[in-house]
Nanobody, 125 residues
Framework: QVQLVESGGGSVQPGGSLRLSCVAS????????MSWFRQAPGGEREGVAS???????IYADSVKGRFTVSQDNGKNTLLLRMDNLKPEDSAMYYC???????????????????WGQGTQVTVSS
């Protein structure tokens, strides 16, 4: 079993920045594929950014150029730097992980077994 814990959410004004962290722990038998998702009230959960084991990143079109996904030391911590935040970025942000996820499915929620509890991001003036 793998546990994921997100942190770093909060309230910011439009144009502001936040950095989210996700720490994986537990019975980790191999390096994990990890991604960020978000879900706004009444909306579907959508993929935001993914970090592959070879360092390759994938972003949703809505966040390209504003969000940066990376891994911290030890490979079991996923970071999401969010700049120039917009009100439409407001959502619960979730970290997801699995032992292997094909490239074509990296932003697809059904591809991941492990999920965190989420951290709330609110962008409002």
């Amino acid at each position: 079993q793998v546990q994921l814990v997100e942190s770093g959410g909060g309230s910011v004004q439009p144009g502001g920045s936040l950095r989210l962290s996700c720490v994986a722990s537990g019975n980790i038998m191999s390096d994990l594929y990890m991604s960020w998702f978000r879900q706004a009230p009444g909306g579907e959960r959508e993929g935001v950014a993914s970090f592959a084991l070879n360092g390759r990143t994938i972003y949703a079109d809505s966040v390209k150029g504003r969000f940066t996904v990376s891994q911290d030391n030890g490979k079991n911590t996923l970071l999401l730097r969010m700049d120039n935040l917009k009100p439409e970025d407001s959502a619960m942000y979730y970290c997801a992980a699995d032992a292997w996820v094909p490239f074509s499915a990296r932003l697809r929620q059904t591809a991941y077994m492990y999920w965190g509890q989420g951290t709330q991001v609110t962008v409002s003036s």
